[in-house]
């Protein structure tokens, strides 16, 4: 099992920065897939970002330029670097891990990003 802690939301003016973070513990050994979905109401759930075992980094275009997805093996974090921030990016954002390449199996709790002026 391994549980995922989310942080970092909140309100921000368009073009503003946020940074989320996600918290593992538990069985994270075997880790090879972890990222950052989103949810906007009325809308399909997003892949925004994500790394795969070895490094190789895939972002959405819509967040391409703008979002950096890294981590902090020392810390058992990942984080979601938001910057220029655009209305559109108003959602809540989900991080999960997973056992399997590009499969979720664990997911943080989601925490809300308005971007709104």
């Known amino acids: 099992q391994v549980q995922l802690v989310e942080s970092g939301g909140g309100l921000v003016q368009p073009g503003g920065s946020l940074r989320l973070s996600c918290a593992a513990s538990?069985?994270?050994?075997?880790?090879?897939?972890m990222g950052w979905f989103r949810q906007a109401p009325e809308k399909q759930r997003e892949s925004v970002a994500r790394i795969i075992s070895g490094g190789l980094i895939h972002y959405a275009e819509s967040v391409k330029g703008r979002f950096t997805i890294s981590r902090d093996n020392a810390k058992n974090t990942m984080y979601l670097q938001m910057d220029s921030l655009k209305p559109e990016d108003t959602a809540v954002y989900y991080c999960?891990?997973?056992?399997?390449?590009?499969?979720?199996?664990?997911w943080g709790q989601g925490t809300q990003v308005t971007v709104s002026s």
């Open positions: 538990g069985s994270i050994a075997e880790i090879v897939t």
């Open positions: 999960y891990v997973g056992n399997r390449y590009y499969t979720p199996d664990y």
